[in-house]
């Protein structure tokens, strides 16, 4: 059985230089098409093992069943 995918609040997201979720998914299920966009999560690829959401600084990368941010972090 397939485990529940993240969520990702692009309207949220730094676009950061570096994307560290992406860094992190072994699977490569998180994509940029241009370099400075929010990653898109390919849903087919994604295993559910969540170490993108601890990657990502500002937290915008939801975990399944959790509460979507109202606005972005700061710090
Ligand atoms: S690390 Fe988080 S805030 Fe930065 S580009 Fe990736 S998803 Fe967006
Ligand atoms: S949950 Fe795991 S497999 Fe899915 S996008 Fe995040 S790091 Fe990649």
Known sequence: MSR?????QDELCLHC???HAQKVCRVRAL???EPDDAPFLDSA???GCLRCILACPTRVIR???T???T????G
Request: aromatic share 0%; hydrophobic share 30%; proline share 17%.
């Open 31 to 33: 994509v940029r098409i």
């Open 17 to 19: 230089t570096t994307c």
């Open 63 to 65: 975990e399944p069943g």
């Open 45 to 47: 690829r994604c295993n």
């Open 71 to 74: 606005d972005a972090p700061s």
């Open 4 to 8: 529940p995918v993240p969520r990702i």
């Open 67 to 69: 509460e979507l941010l």
